[in-house]
């Protein structure tokens, strides 16, 4: 367990962690304003790494591609609240799952019409490829170090957005309180499909930039959306700041377990035994994870208090 | 207006005579699908209770459909491979009798959702769902990754497993092996919600505090709920692997939990016979919008939005036209 590789796989960590802070930040952000839990976010995920894939491979530009997807999932997500999710905000949590969920249906068949089944390339621009060489000796994709940065500046924006300009007060506003923010004038369904599609744009960026490394293709987005869903009961639903806390330690967490878990059972069982085991429990990390988070704080890290 | 209980005794005939049809007619893929749509419907009937009655939105009980399927895969797999499940502390040999399956899969389905409801039951609302969510995609994911039973392959099962005095490979015969299954717990539910315990859990899902206030322990109603629900739906998973002789990690998946509550909803939600249509529905569309459309998901998504839009009583209500009274 040399020093490189823990440094190699803590990066990993990190880059799986900002990109789940990506998905996260706009699940908690349209929870904790319009109070909807949206399945769909991952289609918006789907979509915005489709977007990238089809322009990447019109143009040639990955700086497009990315613009595309932003823009492709912001459109989409834009969309969605108007037609379908503005009708939900008063309604139980069961049927905004449902109508989600039907969302996730049509979206994913539509896109297998449209594209086929068979998964698409996006490849990484030539500029980003290869290794850096960071102090210590440890070498390290360019494109993933690119990734954790692109994710670290997202999230500063972000919080410059919500902490200092006007559309981030009246969002902090509609968290606390709709009514009041709706009689002082603000035009609040415009601010909700604002935020939806703020959203859904985060999500289509992170689908795209994560659609490089992976293969781009249909029901790609739900395992992640999976994931942040244990991001944001960890950090506490509807706080940024636990949307950030809960994606990095969900990234290492699942990173780092994958990797030394096999390695610290060796320790006393035979090799194979402990590969599979390991493996096994290191599946599960991350829920053990947010059990005990939960059963220490059942509202998440920073979640308000009930 | 048609009362619920007629309904409900047209659907009874209906799950009688379609198979006896099919019988006749000589149509034995016509029997497969109507038990396929029965052990949905037995799946959702355990989930009913939790949703329904109790009001807990549990968006994970293929956590207990899969465990009861691998309870039944695994079992299976050492019989016909002649290899003890178990040597130490004390021999287990695997076994092909379903009621020997059925009980470990109640059991073992049981204990899952004791432990998982102990965790999620401690919240509410979202929390809840995604906490449930979260366990059944744990589940999956470790059945990926436990190798020694065929991983994301899963596992074949060459002959479907034996049931005293009856051969289970003759489609009609493992239909009304289920079909009598079903209506033993669809009995069972009906005599459970109209129990002094039922009653409670229904009152809890209405007023939690006043349950509270008159000295109810709300946590224990609730978990005892969610345990009867998941060892329903484990019960459902054994069968469901018996008639597909084929475990996989897929009936872990979370499309199949969004499923469950997709047939209570079609049905309604809290009627006792609500999962039945909605699984009878579900079955019929997806092999006649299959057969017409492969990308069929497409219009189930439609429906099932409409529904949940503009009808919020799924087909009971439109057919009963009166508050469904949970139960």
Known sequence: MSFVLLAEQVLNGLQLGVMLFLMSAGLTLIFGVMGLINLAHGSLYMIGAFAAASIAGLTGSFILALLAALTGAAIAGGIVEMVVIRRLYRRDHLDQVLATFALILIFSEGTRWVFGSFPLYLDIPTYLQGPVFLPGGIQYPLYRITLILIGLVVAFALWLMIAKTRIGIQIRAGENDREMIAALGIDISKLYTIVFALGASLAGLAGALVGAIQSVEVGMGEPVLILAFVVIVIGGIGSIKGAMVGSILVGLTDTLGGVFLPQILQLFMDISTANNVGSSIASMAIYILMGGVLIWRPTGLYGSRP | ?327
């Open chain 2, 1 to 327: 207006m048609i009362s619920e209980r007629l309904i409900n005794i047209i659907l009874i005939g209906l799950l009688v005579i379609i198979p006896a049809w099919a019988y006749l007619a000589d149509e034995p893929f016509t029997i497969t699908l109507m038990t396929r749509a029965v052990i949905f419907a037995l799946a959702a009937v355990g989930l009913n209770l939790a949703l329904g009655v109790g009001g807990f939105v549990s968006f994970g009980h293929a956590a207990f459909f899969g465990l009861g399927g691998y309870v039944m895969g695994i079992l299976a797999w050492h019989a016909q491979s002649y290899t003890p499940f178990l040597e130490l502390p004390f021999l287990i040999e695997g076994t092909q009798s379903m009621p020997v399956i059925w009980v470990i899969a109640v059991i073992l389905s049981a204990l899952l959702a004791l432990v998982i409801g102990v965790v999620s039951l401690k919240t509410t609302g979202v929390y809840f769902i995604m906490i449930t969510l979260a366990f059944a995609q744990m589940m999956y994911y470790f059945s990926i990754s436990w190798s020694a039973y065929g991983g994301e392959d899963g596992l074949s099962i060459y002959v479907r497993n034996s049931f005293p005095g009856l051969n289970t490979l003759d489609p009609i015969q493992f239909y009304s092996i289920c079909f009598i299954i079903l209506m033993a717990v669809l009995a069972l539910m009906a005599r459970l919600v109209k129990s002094p315990y039922g009653l409670a859990l229904n009152a809890a899902r209405q007023s939690p505090k006043r349950v509270e206030a008159v000295g109810l322990d709300l946590h224990q109603l609730q978990l005892l709920a969610f345990v009867i629900s998941g060892a329903i739906t484990g019960l459902a998973g054994a069968l469901f692997a018996d008639l597909n002789r084929f475990v996989s990690p897929n009936m872990f998946s979370w499309q199949l939990s969004g499923e469950f509550i997709v047939f209570i909803i079609i049905g309604g939600v809290g009627r006792l016979f609500g999962p039945v249509i909605g699984a009878l529905v579900f079955v019929g569309l997806e092999h006649f919008l299959g057969e017409i459309n492969d990308y069929w998901h497409i219009y189930l998504g439609l429906i099932l939005l409409l529904i949940v839009l503009f009808s919020k009583t799924g087909v009971m209500g439109l057919l009963v036209k009166k508050e469904a009274h949970h139960g």
